[in-house]
């Protein structure tokens, strides 16, 4: 049988994933939130891992678009114009 979210408010998700992203990048010097983390169940703890690599993973996906536009906008400055004279939606040319 699959495990079921449970049914938390955003803020106790967003919390629980602070928390746990405080420990990740802390533990070596400060270790008082475990105690914390501990009085979450082990299948909240988990799931709320999953939901901010997710949460990760879709904004460097988000990035890397941004990106790719904008190297592809450059490029075809480069190459005489050819396309997509303005820049990208958004972004504005540099002025020197």
């Known amino acids: 049988m699959a495990a079921t979210t449970p ?3 955003l803020w106790a998700w967003n ?13 070596s010097t400060h270790t008082c939130l475990q105690q ?4 979450v169940p082990a299948d909240v703890r ?10 990760r993973k879709a904004s460097g996906d988000e990035l890397a678009a941004k990106v790719t536009k904008r190297w592809d906008h450059l490029f075809n400055l480069l190459a005489g114009g050819v396309g997509d004279t303005e820049p990208p939606a958004g972004e504005s040319e540099a002025t020197p």
């Open 15 to 27: 919390l629980i994933i602070a928390i746990q992203s405080y420990e990740d990048q802390h533990s």
């Open 46 to 55: 988990h799931q709320a891992e999953g939901i901010s690599s997710y949460v």
């Open 36 to 39: 914390v983390l501990t009085a």
């Open 7 to 9: 049914d938390l408010p």
